[in-house]
């Protein structure tokens, strides 16, 4: 299969990469003009209306991982560079892959379970309706406009991604020095659920949706068991043999990172994966235990 994908060079676009080259897929890398293009690049830049067609000849499939990081506090400034570098950047993409001829077959395109918004403890399948905030409103405008793609016959696939945990990025670069200097604890009162995936699992569900024709518009890409963060918390420090501290207090955890700890940190949802259950994709890692085995050195993960 001959793959075009964005994001390649982040935490998780780089494991997808590596697993697909892995499996004999022809690999595209949809990368900004800042440096003389390999033979397996595609320059694009939404921002100037430029993607390079010459070299989107017979692509098989699109995954669209690209984006601007959300971690940190959102000025305007930052809440623009994210909403554009998701929405109008997958505008762009979708309006060029249905000029192509053949078009690709199936177009897997991130997202993230942020879609729900606050939703305390409601259990969220991929039926559920969209929430409020900003977060909320990027994930819906960023889904929308894939249906560029759907309505010319591309199979389009939102992936809603939960918090993704994995080695040597993601969240748990920034958690783990916290937790190894004894320094981590739950945020706010800890009862807010999150939904987690290990990165082998979504690179799994990545491969998986990319053949699995009855897959289509918005997936889950979480663990079937999200945890209360008072729970995650307890968990890591068990593995790590660290100590339970005291909770990080909500207006602490606002007064440092704004509205982005009200939307993401603090945050409560319990998303389930429905649509991946059902269509037979099997975790390796459903619970967190097994999960951080993996993640961290086995002599140090005292999870059972």
Known sequence: MKILISGSHGFIGSAVHNRLQQADHTLQRLIRP????HSDEVFWDY???????TRLKDIDAVIHLAGENIFGRWSETKKHEIYESRVRATEFLCKNLIGLEPKPAVLLCASAVGNYG????????????????FL???CQGWEDVTGI??????RVVNLRFGVVLGKNGGVMAKMLPAFKMGAGGPLGNGKQWLSWISL????????FALSCKNLKGPVNIVSPQPLRNKDFTHVLGKALHRPELLPIPRTMLHTMFGQFA??????????????????GFTFQHPDLPSALVSILNPSMAAVD
């Open 149 to 154: 793609a759907a309505e010319a016959g591309i």
């Open 200 to 207: 082998d699992d979504a690179v799994g569900a990545i491969e």
């Open 34 to 37: 800042k440096q003389i293009a």
């Open 136 to 138: 909320a409103g990027v």
């Open 118 to 133: 606050n939703r305390g403890d409601e259990e969220l399948d991929e039926t559920a309706l969209a929430g409020n905030g």
């Open 262 to 279: 009200d939307e993401t940190l603090l945050a409560s949802t319990k998303a389930i994966p429905v649509k991946l259950t059902e269509a």
């Open 47 to 53: 921002t100037d209306n430029y993607i390079n067609h």
